[in-house]
C-alpha cells in the first residue's frame, strides 16, 4: 500500500507563486507515475500534470507555461512548482501515484487547498 502525503498548499494573490510537495511511501514496487490532479468546488477533478519514472511530463492546456512538474525518484517526491497563478487554478490538489505489476494501481493523497485570491 502507498501513502501520499502532500505539503505546500495555501493562499497567494494573483500572479503569486506556490510550490506543492508530495512524497510517496510504503510501496514494495517502483512507482511508475506521479502527479497532479485537482478538483474546485462543484467541478469534477480534472488533470493538472503527470510525470513518469523516465521523465516525460504530460500537462493540461490551462497550466502549461505556468507550472512544472518534476521528480526526485531516489526520494520518491513528486513537485509542483506553480507560477503566474490565476484565480480559477483555486482547488484542491491531490497527488497520485501508480504501480504497474500484472494491474495497474492507484493512489491518491489527502488533499491540499491552493486559494488564488487578493
Known amino acids: 500500500q502507498v501513502q501520499l502525503v502532500e505539503s505546500g498548499g495555501g493562499l497567494v494573490q494573483p500572479g503569486g507563486s506556490l510550490r506543492l510537495s508530495c512524497a510517496a511511501s510504503?510501496?514494495?514496487?517502483?512507482?511508475?507515475?506521479m502527479g497532479w490532479y485537482r478538483q474546485a468546488p462543484g467541478e469534477q477533478r480534472e488533470l493538472v500534470a503527470t510525470i513518469t519514472s523516465r521523465g516525460n511530463t504530460n500537462y493540461a492546456d490551462s497550466v502549461k507555461g505556468r507550472f512544472t512538474i518534476s521528480r526526485d525518484n531516489a526520494k520518491n517526491t513528486v513537485y509542483l512548482q506553480m507560477n503566474s497563478l490565476k484565480p480559477e487554478d483555486t482547488a484542491v490538489y491531490y497527488c497520485?501515484?501508480?504501480?504497474?505489476?500484472?494491474?495497474?494501481?492507484?493512489?491518491w493523497g489527502q488533499g491540499t487547498q491552493v486559494t488564488v485570491s487578493s
Open positions: 497520485y501515484a501508480n504501480t504497474i505489476v500484472l494491474a495497474v494501481s492507484h493512489y
Open positions: 510504503g510501496s514494495r514496487f517502483s512507482i511508475a507515475t
